[in-house]
């Protein structure tokens, strides 16, 4: 193990919901780093490389394309979640089956940290341990609301709404301030809500303007949390 991933394992300890997952962790899995746009879940990992990965920082997606080539992105995984298993989850040949005309992929969409945990061993713990199989029906649970939630969002609340409620949940607490990621680029956002980048850079722009956000090096600045509460609690709009 080199030495940038030991210090990542120091400092990544408390990261673990509870003991079920850190023993799976430490016991079955290989700490690694991985790279920006890899590809942890399509066809090929699941024919040749039965893994699944906890996310211990960084963000991923489950994605897929439009018939314009267009990346569509269904939802974000963050550190804490379990990424790559619903596959193995599924009856025999359901996956497939289901998913036969467009599989969606697991993407990496910044340099991750993540705990590569064979198959067998994952599946042995959910079927062992009590206290895994709550922890991972749970974060079930929670994305499946959130892909519910988005699609409801979407097609119901004005645009304005739909990308303020989007930022405040975005947003990490650091030393500065809310910031929202630099991942999360104009492009990236429209590819989520299938708003027009140009819409979407209009509304930030117009957000900007009203002083409720700004740019930093770090990404998006939240400046006023109250300001973009009150739109999103009131279902309101803004001219942009």
Do not use: W
């Not at 997952?21 to 899995?29: E, F, P, Q, T």
């Not at 989850?89 to 990496?108: C, E, F, T």
């Not at 708003?195 to 303007?209: A, E, P, Q």
């Amino acid at each position: 193990m080199n030495k940038s991933i030991d210090n990542v394992q120091k400092k990544k300890t408390l990261s673990f919901p509870n003991d079920s997952v850190k023993n799976l962790c430490l016991s079955c899995g290989v700490l690694q780093n991985v790279k920006k746009n890899t590809v942890f879940l399509n066809e090929d990992t699941l024919n040749g490389k039965p893994y699944v990965y906890y996310l211990v920082d960084g963000i991923c997606s489950i994605c897929g394309h439009s018939t314009e080539g267009q990346e569509q992105t269904f939802l974000y995984q963050m550190p804490g979640d379990i990424i790559g298993h619903v596959p193995y989850l599924m009856p025999h040949g359901a996956y497939s089956v289901l998913y036969s005309y467009q599989r969606p992929i697991v993407l990496a969409k910044t340099n991750c940290t993540v705990y590569k945990i064979p198959a067998p061993d994952f599946l042995k713990l959910c079927e062992t341990d009590v206290q895994f199989s709550n922890y991972l029906l749970k974060r079930l649970a929670f994305n499946y609301d959130m892909v519910i939630s988005h699609l409801k969002q979407i097609q119901e609340e004005p645009s304005a709404v739909v990308l303020c409620r989007f930022l405040l949940r975005m947003a990490d607490k650091t030393s500065k301030g809310l910031i929202v990621p630099k991942l999360f680029t104009h492009k990236e956002i429209s590819g989520y809500f299938g708003i027009h980048d140009i819409t979407v850079s209009r509304m930030m722009g117009s957000l900007k303007k009203l002083g409720y956000i700004d740019r930093v090096p770090e990404g998006l600045l939240i400046v006023d949390k109250e300001a973009l509460q009150s739109i999103v609690m009131n279902q309101d709009s803004f001219k942009y």
